[in-house]
Structure formats: C-alpha cells, structure tokens
C-alpha cells in the first residue's frame, strides 16, 4: 500500500487506523517495555480482598504500546494456599489475538507458582512474546501474591509508573533552580563592607543539595574570636548543623579564616578576627553532606 496517512481522514466510512499502527506510536512515544500510566488509580495498589481473590484497581496500562483501560477495581481468582508450603503467583494482564478472526482482547489472569516447602519459591514463568514480531499471546506481570500455607503475606506490585513529558520537564528544570538569600553585616563599624565585592548572598539549589558562596569582603576595626559577622536579610537558610562553607583569604593573600554556616542562619568567620584585618571570603560550590538538612523562609528564586 506504501504510505499510510494514519492521523488524516480517508473519506467515507472506510476505517484505517488499525490497533498495529496505535502500538508503534505508542512505543515510540513512551517506550517498548510495559508501564502504569500516571491517570486514574496510579496510587492505587494491588490488595487481597479475601484469600483467594486479589483486587487489581483502576488503572490504565501500556503493554508493548496497546493500552489497556481498567474500568473498574476487578477482582482475580487464585488457588487456596497449602498448609506448610509457601508459593508465588502473578497477576497478569494477558494481550491474546484470534488468529482466525484478527480480534484481540485482553484478560486479567492468576498464574499459579510452584508450591515448596524449604527455600525460596519461584516466580510462575509468564508470555514474553513480541506482538510486533507476530507474537498473538504476551502477558504484563502486575503483581506478585505471597502466599504462605493457606495466608497471602503481601502483595507486590511488579508494574512501574511512566512519568508524563510534563513531571519529566519540572525535575529537568528544577535542576537549574536557586534559591537567593540575603545578608547583611552584623555591624558597619565593626565590619565595614567594601562597596565593590561579592553580592553578600548564598545561593542554594534543593535538587542538587548545592550551596554557592557571595559573600562581601569587609575590614575589621575590632578584634574578635569566631564570629557571626553576616546577618540573614533577605530570606533565611539554615543547616541542622553547622555548615563549613569553605575559607576566607585576608589581604596578605594567606588563608586562614574559616566561613560557617550556622544553625541560626548565622554566618561566623574564625576562629579569629584581628583589627584591621581585610577578610575576603572565597566563592565557592558547596556539597550539602549526607545527613544535614537544609531549611529556609522566604527565599528569591534566581
């Protein structure tokens, strides 16, 4: 037939957009493997309604790009347990094709496992066949039932959630997303700020678990141990405990000056300030560490 326009009417009542065509869309949109779709009971999961039926929820499916649309929770029937033995079933969605009539259907089917009575019981094998390739039966493993005598010890659910384009392109963006916040000297005398320097910010990204340095440079008058010379001003951020946030470099190029990022929100420069000192903190990328958690009011995003 060559070129088909699938997406276009034809004219008349002749149909042509045939179930192949919609799966390769599909597959070439979402993917080949099988998937949950983020609609209508995605939370939902698998439960035992009584011992010998599981309650598959609503949900909407792709099986190698042929969508499945469970209407309503439907409940599959499975073989009672035996005393002193243990077994695994699956629940499976089963995609199988007349080859007579070319009608396809799909079915919601317990596959029963072997039982045993030591060791770990195996998974019931299931279809794998392609359809693209001509395949006519392929299942999709929904959950997997534990059975232990004649008890279901849990249910687990064996399919994966597809995220939409539009959850993937928020946790792209938010990559790319900082959080500002402001200082100020703690005194102008004390700490006399240089006009020209650093913003006097910290910048913070909660994807990354990334805190940039842009600190103002400032001459002492006083002489001082560690101290808490910059202010929160505009927003606040701070640690669950005390950040190092790298060091300051005084005027005669050493370094020797640590910069903190206190609990408080606070920002100390030690362990001593001497007068006339000229302390330029250094910019830098931060790591938040494993373990330290990070809060914060009131921030600008950059």
């Known amino acids: 037939m060559g070129a088909v326009l699938v997406t276009g009417s034809w004219g008349g009542d002749q149909p042509h957009v045939t179930s192949q065509q919609d799966a390769l869309l599909h597959m070439g949109a979402f993917g080949t493997g099988n ?4 609609t209508r009971g995605y939370l939902d999961k698998p439960t035992a309604k009584d011992a010998n039926n599981i309650t598959i929820p609503e949900w909407d ?12 929770p439907t409940d599959v029937n499975i073989q009672s347990g035996s005393q002193g033995q243990q077994r695994r079933d699956l629940i499976v969605a089963r995609y199988s094709m007349d080859k007579t009539t070319g009608v396809e259907t799909v079915t919601l089917t317990a596959l029963k496992g072997t039982p045993v009575s030591t060791g770990t ?8 066949g392609i359809i693209a390739d001509g395949a006519i039966v392929a299942d999709l493993p929904l959950c ?14 064996l399919v994966s959630v597809l995220l939409p384009i539009s959850d993937v392109w928020d946790s792209l963006t938010q ?5 500002e916040f402001g200082f100020r000297m703690q005194s102008e005398v004390s700490f006399t700020s240089f006009q020209y320097g650093g913003a006097n910010r910290l910048l913070y990204n909660p994807v990354q678990r990334l805190i940039r340095v842009d600190l103002t440079p400032f001459k002492a008058t006083v002489k001082v141990g560690r101290y808490q010379c910059y202010l929160p001003n505009n927003g606040k951020i701070w640690p669950s405990s005390n950040l190092g946030l790298g060091q ?14 206190n609990t408080d929100g606070t920002v100390s420069i030690g362990p001593e300030i001497n007068a006339g000192d000229l302390i330029r903190p250094m910019p830098n990328l931060i790591p938040v560490p494993t373990g330290v958690t990070i809060t914060s009011t009131a921030a600008t995003e950059v």
């Not at 998937?35 to 983020?38: G, S, T, V």
């Not at 499916?61 to 309503?72: E, M, S, V, Y």
Request: with cysteine; net charge negative; aromatic share 6%.
């Open 35 to 38: 998937c949950l779709l983020k």
């Open 61 to 72: 499916l792709l099986l190698q790009g042929r969508h499945i649309f469970i209407d309503a």
């Open 121 to 128: 019981p195996a998974d019931p094998t299931y279809e794998t």
């Open 144 to 157: 997997r039932v534990n059975l232990d005598g004649i008890t279901i010890t849990g249910i687990d659910t």
């Open 175 to 179: 990559t790319s997303r900082w959080l």
């Open 248 to 261: 300051a470099i005084l005027d005669n190029g050493t370094i020797g000056r640590e910069i903190t990022l």
